[in-house]
T-cell receptor, first 113, second 110 residues
Framework: DGGITQSPKYLFRKEGQNVTLSCEQN?????MYWYRQDPGQGLRLIYY???????QKGDIAEGYSVSREKKESFPLTVTSAQKNPTAFYLC????????????FGSGTRLTVV | KNEVEQSPQNLTAQEGEFITINCSYS?????LHWLQQHPGGGIVSLFM???GKKKHGRLIATINIQEKHSSLHITASHPRDSAVYIC????????????FGKGTHLIIQP
């Protein structure tokens, strides 16, 4: 079955280190998205990509970077510039601009100590 | 931008009770998603609705496009249903077109 794989489920890092979260999909979707969830808040958009080698900032992109070198993969790097990196991160994908077939990953919980 | 409101924010019920969680949105949408998130766990996609009603096991989701409202029902609730339930409205606005509610925290006591 097609889907989105996020790994690992839980991730711990020391403060000041960059960390990269993995997101892979085998749905042949063009568009991919990264969201962040904080306690008591709705999920917020960090970055999105509508096509390979192109990506756009979302609402809270500061302190994050992404790449989209392959259609299947959209890794998110949480840099040391991100002031509050501890959060739940969710990856999603859709077929394209019409956002058909929106599919969610299971998420990665990042804790920075 | 779409405004999505969920109610209640928190709900505690006894095992076996019928549960209803509500989701209202402010602008027309093409679809609405219901997601489940267990404590400390990941996201599970429950339903995607564009009209009418869907059922999966003890879970039922309905949507009324005219009233801009969706409900998630749980019949014969069980402690394992304890989780945060999130609705997400998909419309044409915004970078990704998706607006999430803040979630309903459900606790089912044995």
């Amino acid at each position: 079955d097609g889907g989105i794989t996020q790994s690992p489920k839980y991730l711990f890092r020391k403060e000041g280190q960059n960390v990269t979260l993995s997101c892979e999909q085998n749905l042949n979707h063009d568009a991919m998205y990264w969201y962040r969830q904080d306690p008591g808040q709705g999920l917020r958009l960090i970055y999105y990509s509508q096509i390979v080698n192109d990506f756009q900032k979302g609402d809270i992109a500061e302190g994050y970077s992404v790449s989209r070198e392959k259609k299947e993969s959209f890794p998110l790097t949480v840099t040391s510039a991100q002031k509050n990196p501890t959060a739940f991160y969710l990856c999603a994908s859709s077929m394209g601009l019409d956002r058909q077939g929106y599919t969610f990953g299971s998420g990665t919980r990042l804790t920075v100590v | 931008k779409n405004e999505v409101e969920q109610s209640p924010q928190n709900l505690t019920a006894q095992e076996g009770e019928f549960i209803t969680i509500n989701c209202s949105y402010s602008v027309g949408i093409s679809a609405l998603h219901w997601l489940q998130q267990h404590p400390g766990g990941g996201i599970v996609s429950l339903f995607m609705l564009s009209s009418g009603k869907k059922k999966h096991g003890r879970l039922i989701a309905t949507i009324n496009i005219q009233e801009k409202h969706s409900s998630l029902h749980i019949t014969a609730s069980h402690p394992r249903d304890s989780a945060v339930y999130i609705c997400a409205a998909l419309s044409g606005g915004g970078a990704d077109g998706l607006t999430f509610g803040k979630g309903t925290h459900l606790i089912i006591q044995p």
